[in-house]
T-cell receptor, first 112, second 119 residues
Framework: QKEVEQDPGPLSVPEGAIVSLNCTYSNSAFQYFMWYRQYSRKGPELLMYTYSSGNKEDGRFTAQVDKSSKYISLFIRDSQPSDSATYLCAMRHNTNAGKSTFGDGTTLTVKP | GAVVSQHPSRVICKSGTSVKIECRSLDFQATTMFWYRQFPKQSLMLMATSNEGSKATYEQGVEKDKFLINHASLTLSTLTVTSAHPEDSSFYIC???????????????FGPGTRLLVL
């Protein structure tokens, strides 16, 4: 069983929809949780990171962490075609940025 | 944010040849860089941690003699795939941690990736 599970999708929504992306994990030691966006044939770019449980909002993006359920989510409000990409969740249990465990990514398409 | 570049962006080579991939931090110094590989529709797998001035640290299952890493300066790390074979074809991505705040390196900046195709 993988440490981090992410629904690969693909997920297709109309422009303006609310998108929910989710990951579950098995390692209760994870404390840092990140969401990356990766466009086709490009490297990932960090969208948001949170420490421990709770919510964090940045513009149209909201990240939620529920450590009791080992479940994290990324919500995208008023989705735009430019949001079409693969979204990767990542997490780790220490401050070593490189030692993150990544999900397989969810491919999102926002149709105009 | 910080910028990390990679060169080349794409390379096609014959089986048995060696390929060098460069990773540069353009506007900050990175004593540590990370090398990942990513297969289609799969997650990033950490291959090794590149350390300036010392040997790289390889993840379990990664052949150090196959994937040579040299961290020549505070802004440059290179990955050389030696005697490449078709199964080495993949997307190779480097990253550098963000230590600009002086605190823990909580985030990392990824390069744009290098697509390697070995014929």
């Amino acid at each position: 069983q993988k440490e981090v599970e992410q629904d690969p999708g693909p997920l297709s929504v109309p422009e303006g929809a609310i998108v929910s992306l989710n990951c579950t994990y098995s390692n209760s030691a994870f404390q840092y949780f990140m969401w990356y966006r990766q466009y086709s044939r490009k490297g990932p770019e960090l969208l948001m990171y949170t420490y421990s449980s709770g919510n964090k909002e940045d513009g149209r993006f909201t990240a939620q962490v529920d450590k009791s359920s080992k479940y994290i989510s990324l919500f995208i409000r008023d989705s735009q075609p430019s949001d079409s990409a693969t979204y990767l969740c990542a997490m780790r249990h220490n401050t070593n940025a490189g030692k993150s465990t990544f999900g397989d990514g969810t491919t999102l398409t926002v149709k105009p | 944010g910080a910028v990390v570049s990679q060169h080349p962006s794409r390379v096609i080579c014959k089986s048995g040849t060696s390929v060098k991939i460069e990773c540069r931090s353009l506007d900050f110094q990175a004593t540590t860089m990370f090398w990942y590989r990513q297969f289609p529709k799969q997650s990033l797998m950490l291959m090794a941690t590149s350390n300036e001035g010392s040997k790289a640290t390889y993840e379990q299952g990664v052949e150090k003699d196959k994937f040579l890493i040299n961290h020549a300066s505070l802004t440059l790390s290179t990955l050389t795939v030696t005697s490449a074979h078709p199964e080495d074809s993949s997307f190779y991505i480097c990253s550098a941690p963000d230590s600009g705040t002086g605190g823990p390196a909580l985030t990392q900046y990824f390069g744009p990736g290098t697509r390697l195709l070995v014929l």
